[in-house]
Each structure stands twice: as structure tokens, then as C-alpha cells.
């Protein structure tokens, strides 16, 4: 992108109208990441929860070094609940295996039920094995959005000796805690998966027995490559 695109951007991200903020957050879409951070730096602090959530976000897509120390700072110090879940997602996006302990952290000492949402969700999109007895645990808790994380971030670390423990959720009342398993279980081939996933393609809810029969696919088609 040209200097005077970039310079035009950078005044409007200045602009006492938070519209033209928000505006020219949104154009950074198109600047490469070591253009668009000093520039998306420039509203980490916005008075506007939305801007600096968008903000946040956006560390998380235009990935430079620069975006884990600021992010992790986020997450670790920020006073609103609703920046330091953005800071957690915007961690998993990044895939670095150096977020790790900040969101174990963040899980197990965060107060708010939605920065350990977003801190479970990470672990799985970090696909790091040690985040196993961290996402366990998540199952444990009374709030089910925690479980559906915990379930899907199973699958994607591909945890296959959780699956008689998530197997607990096939007769979940919330049809999105079944979802979430139907869609692990595509990850997680042993025989205790095929028969449930052939279970859940039965269920009452169409989004489940679609997510069942898409996993049941997956888990079939890679037996018959090992086979």
C-alpha cells in the first residue's frame, strides 16, 4: 500500500469521530502486518470498548513480533474483562506455544467465565498436548460454554485417552455441548468414537447428526488410508 494511503489512515485513526476510527481500523485489513501494528497501536488505548476490542483482535491477524508481549500484557493486566478475552483469542490466532502458560494462567486464575472461555478455545487452536489436564479440568466446571471449549479444544490437541471422559456430554441437555463432541470425536479415531459418533448421527438436532456424519467421514476415510 502507498505512503499516502497509509499516511491517510493513520490521521483518520486519529479522528475525534470514533466512526472514522472504526473506519480506518477496518481499512487496515488490507496493509501488511509490519505497516498495520504501529498503526492499530495507535488505538489499544481508544476510549471506545469496540475500537480497542477490534484493536486487540487485530494482533492477533497482522501478526508481527511485536504482537505476543503486547497481547499477553493485555491479558494479563487490563482491567476489562471483555479486552482481556479478546487478548486470549487474539493469542490463539497467533499460534504461538509461548502463550501457553499465560493462558493456563489466565484459565485458572481469570474471574470472569468469558476470559477462561476464550483462554480454553486458545489452548485448542495452540494444538499443544500439555494443555490436556488444564482442559480436563474445564469439563469439571458448572458453566457449559466452558464445556463446549474444553470439548472442542480436546479434539483439536487430539487427545484421544479424553474420549471416554467427553463421552459423558452424549446425552447433554444444551444440543451445543453434543455438537461440539460430534465435531471432536472427527479427531479422535478409536472404536468408542465411531460408535458414538453413529450415535449422535441419530440425535434430534440437525446440527449435531450433520456434525456427526461430516466426523464420521473424516474418522473413516483415515482408516481407510491406514488400512
Known amino acids: 500500500m502507498n505512503d499516502s494511503k497509509i499516511e491517510q489512515i493513520s490521521a483518520q485513526l486519529e479522528s475525534v469521530s ?39 483482535f487485530a494482533l492477533g491477524i ?74 480436563i479440568r474445564a469439563l469439571d466446571t458448572d458453566e457449559v460454554v466452558l464445556q463446549q471449549a474444553a470439548i472442542s479444544a480436546l479434539g483439536e490437541i487430539k487427545a484421544i485417552e479424553a474420549v471416554d471422559r467427553i463421552l459423558d456430554f452424549a446425552q447433554s441437555e444444551d444440543w451445543l455441548v453434543r455438537q461440539r463432541l460430534a465435531e471432536a470425536l472427527g479427531y479422535l479415531p478409536s472404536p468408542k468414537s465411531l460408535s458414538a459418533l453413529k450415535y449422535l448421527e441419530k440425535d434430534s438436532h440437525p446440527q449435531v447428526s450433520e456434525a456427526a456424519r461430516i466426523s464420521l467421514g473424516r474418522l473413516e476415510e483415515g482408516l481407510g488410508a491406514r488400512g
Not at 503486547?70 to 476489562?80: A, H, Q, S
Open 18 to 56: 470514533s466512526r472514522d476510527r472504526m473506519i480506518a481500523l477496518a481499512l487496515l485489513r488490507d496493509v501488511p502486518a509490519f505497516e498495520a501494528v504501529p498503526l492499530i497501536k495507535k488505538v489499544l488505548e481508544d476510549e471506545n470498548l469496540q475500537i480497542r476490542s477490534m484493536a486487540v
Open 62 to 135: 497482522k501478526q508481527t513480533p511485536e504482537c505476543y508481549p503486547i497481547l499477553v500484557k493485555l491479558l494479563e493486566t487490563d482491567p476489562d474483562y471483555g479486552i482481556r478475552a479478546d487478548a486470549a483469542g487474539a493469542l490463539g490466532y497467533l499460534e504461538d506455544n509461548r502463550a501457553f502458560e499465560p493462558l493456563v494462567r489466565a484459565f485458572y486464575e481469570d474471574t470472569d467465565w468469558l476470559v477462561r472461555f476464550s483462554a480454553a478455545v486458545s489452548l485448542g487452536n495452540l494444538k499443544d498436548p500439555r494443555a490436556y489436564e488444564v482442559l
